[in-house]
Every structure is written in C-alpha cells, then in structure tokens.
C-alpha cells in the first residue's frame, strides 16, 4: 500500500473510542465527522463531551508523552570534540549496548542450570517491534492498530504492565526465550518451528493490549476483561493451542524448574479461565438468590475458586524470577494436601490435567485447571467421572454465564462497568446506565457533572429505561440460544439453562 493509501484506509476504519467504551451508537457520517486530539493527533472522538470525558478518565496521562518528543542532545568539554561519535541515545527504548540487564545475562552466563532469571528477552520476544515517533506496526493489515510506537507506558518490565493477561504474555515469552537459551531438548526438529509460530503469536498478542489500555480507564473490571477478550481472540486466530498440543519434548528429560510445564500451565489461564473468570467476576452485585436453584451450586463454587486472584498469585511468585512447577501447582490448589473430589481420599497433588488432555489421565494424583477446579486420585475410575463433572459444570457454568449477562445487558454501571441489579439511568442526560448512587456521584465528581447538560441532547446515546433494558435482555437470550443450537443440535445446554432462568 502507498502512503497516500494507508492514510486513506486508516480514516476510514476509524472510530469514537469513547462511543465504544459506552457502548453508544456510533456518530453517522464517519469519519468525516470525527475530530482528533490536536496535541498527540493520535485519538479520534465525535465530540467535544466525548473528548472530554475520555480525556480526564484516559487520555490525559497519556497524551504528552505520546507527543512528538524533541530529539535528546549530549554536552562534552572541548578536549572530546573530534575524539567520540555522537548519537542520539534515547534511554527509553531498548538498545542491547545500554540495557543493564543485557550485560547481567553476558555476565553471569544465562544458559548455566538452575539460574532463575529470565534475562532480558525484549529483542527475542519482539523481533518485529521497533519503538520509534510515530508508524503502523511493522506494516500490519489491522488498521485498529495504527497507533504510536512511542508508548504512554512501560512495556519492558514485567511489574509494570498493566493487565493480568499482559503479565502472563511476558512471562510466557520469558519462558520461551529461557527455552531458547538453555537448548531445552526438543523431541524433534519441527518443534523448534512451532516455538517461533507462538512467539510471534504472543508478540501480536501484546501489541493488541496496548491499543486496550490507550482507550479502557485504568483500575477497572473493564481493562482486564478487554485486555482478556484481545488476547483469548488473537490465540484463536492464530490456532494457538494446537500449535502448542504440538510441540514434543524429549521424553525423560527434565530441568530444575519445568520451563515448558510451567508454559502449558499459563497457557491455560488466558486460553480457559481468565475472560470467564471477568465475565463471572461482573455479576458479583447479584446474589446466589438471582441464579436457578440448581446452578447455584456450581457459581459458588466458581466464585470461591477465585481464578482472576489465584492467576495474579502465580505471577507474583514467578516475579522477578522463575520457581520450580511445583510451586506454581501448588499456589493453583492452595495446597498440594487435597481430598480426591469423588472418593474423598486423602492425596498429594503432582500433577495437572489440561483440557486438551482429553484421553490421556495423568499417572499422578492431579488437579484440573480452569474456573471450575477439581482434585483426583490416581484411580481410573475417579479420573473418568471428575473429568466428566468438570466438563458438565464448566459448560453450564459457561452458558449460565452468557444467559445472566445477555439478561442483564442494559445494566452494566458505567462507571465500575459492573452488572447491577438496581441500576438506573442518569435522570438528566439518560445517556449512562450507573449500579449505585455511590457510582452515580463519583462519576459525576470526574466529568459527568461538566457534559451532563449537553449530552442530553445526542439522541443516539440515550439508553434505555428499565422495560428497554429487560426487552433487549430477551432479544439477547434468544439470539445466544439460537448460537447455541445451531452450533450442538437443539437442547444445548445453554436451552436448559434458560428455561430453568424463566421458571425463577
């Protein structure tokens, strides 16, 4: 594509990320109708209200830095002029001949066994990535991503990321690049390939995030579900899990931590747990009482499994180096001392089923990873009926999920962007939808109080009112049933998990 073409092409895949944040009607006539911050000319908005709010809850921390920086300069005494070369050193991106941690790794010798660091894996991890004013990255066809390659946030050290989904993706390609480093013996020589394949997975992966957090209010349910939802849909494009169910280690070989372990395991959360841990975690407003009696069961125990926090556990204990897998199973269960949960017999966990593991049980007494967690013995018998349980209670626990939110669609707050039970409308502009009064007045306090009276008059974003929002609820059962049937025939679970919802 010529310049002229990728400028014309971005216009028009252009959007009111405030609009989208509240779920309004985009602005008819885009994009011609749209307006750009004039200081960073890197965000689009409709209007001024809309600039506005987005500016005091996002963009304003992060406008100037991504301005166009002015070029650094270097001062020396007139006894160096003519003895040095000059270069522009901007100590903000990563170069290898200044970064600390490139010259630990050379020092101390990266490969050696048992050294925990990870090492710097920018380079590795981000071949196709170069931090610089202002590009498409590396040419890439997704226009949503035209974006300023001189961030408004840190990227390179793991505690300063700012979603759960985007620490796991550092330390999984942490974890490859220890692979790397350590010749971890592979199986055969196309497993190699298929480690290239996830790292550049991964690599996109993250770039998408960033596009989340330049757009999402920080400290919100909303970030991590969205940065959640990025992530899970990339690695399904990209048929990440096969490409990893793929990879073959050497049989009998085993290093002190477990690197590929300890990958497989990460895995897990972000392609099983984590966007059905945040949808969960949006409906904590609603009591056990607003579930069917027969599901109640399986949300509390969803509930007390605590997936979003277990999975932070986990990153704060590989943070700032690695543990041996042990640990890590250990930190999943909340104790390797576990009951069986069909026989009752006390066990000693050892081991993880991952749910791509379908025919294959492991030899020792093991945990299931996911939302729905479930602990066994090493009998068959016990083995076949837990994994038949989890995966029953996991796809009720998923449908029920879908049904409540799909019910409760109108009633996200938008300002804790979660599900409430009494939620109403903003009385002056009707255009907000909040789950409390608290919210209500905190909102307000930020910028609602500023844009209220004008917005009232965007008909567009007017929401709806209470028998609005519970008509938009049924259209949306019905529309997630009707996926539903045609995907597993007629009476799918999510059938039998509405008609228990419209017997309450």
Known sequence: MTLSEVRKAAREGLKCYNCNLYSWEQAPGLPSSLTRCSRCRTLHYCSKECQEEH???????????LSRQSQPFMLCSKELVGKIDFMNIDLTVHDTQWCSVCKKDAEEGLAK????????????????????????PWGSKDLEEDIRTKLPFDIYKLEDLKSGAEKILWLLQALLFKLKVTKYPMARSQDRLSLIELRKVLQIARVKTWLVYMTVPRETSK????????????????NYENIMTSVKMK???????????????LSEFLLNSDVVACELASLDQLGLDEFPAEYRSVVEAARA?????????????????????????ELLCGGLQ?????????????????????QKLPSLPFVTIGIVRKFCCTSKLCGKKVIAERKQDFRILHSLIRAM???????FCDACFMVGKESHRCSGCLTKVYCSQDCLQKDWAVVHRKICARSKEEVRKVKEGRRGRKEEGKHRIEGWVDCHNKAFGKKSVMDKVVEKMEKM
Not at 251 to 265: A, H, M, Q, T, Y
Not at 318 to 328: A, D, E, N, S, W
Not at 338 to 358: F, H, L, P, W
């Open 113 to 136: 066994p048992g050294n925990p660091r990870y090492g710097c894996h920018v380079t590795f991890s981000m071949p196709d990535w170069e931090e610089g004013p202002r590009t498409i």
């Open 223 to 238: 970030l991590e579900y969205e940065s959640s939802t990025t992530v899970v849909n990339i690695l399904g494009q990209a």
């Open 55 to 65: 500016w005091v809850k996002v963009h304003k921390d992060q406008c100037q830095l």
């Open 338 to 358: 576990q009951r069986c949960s069909n026989c009752k017999e006390e066990i000693t966990i050892g081991a993880v089923y991952y749910s791509v593991d379908d």
């Open 405 to 411: 939110r799909a019910k409760f669609v109108g009633s």
């Open 251 to 265: 049989s009998g070989v085993r290093n002190e931590f477990g690197l590929w372990d300890i990958f497989k395991l």
């Open 305 to 329: 499994t605590a997936s979003l926090t277990t999975r932070d556990s986990v990153v704060a204990t590989l943070t700032p180096h690695l543990k041996p897998f042990i640990r890590v199973v």
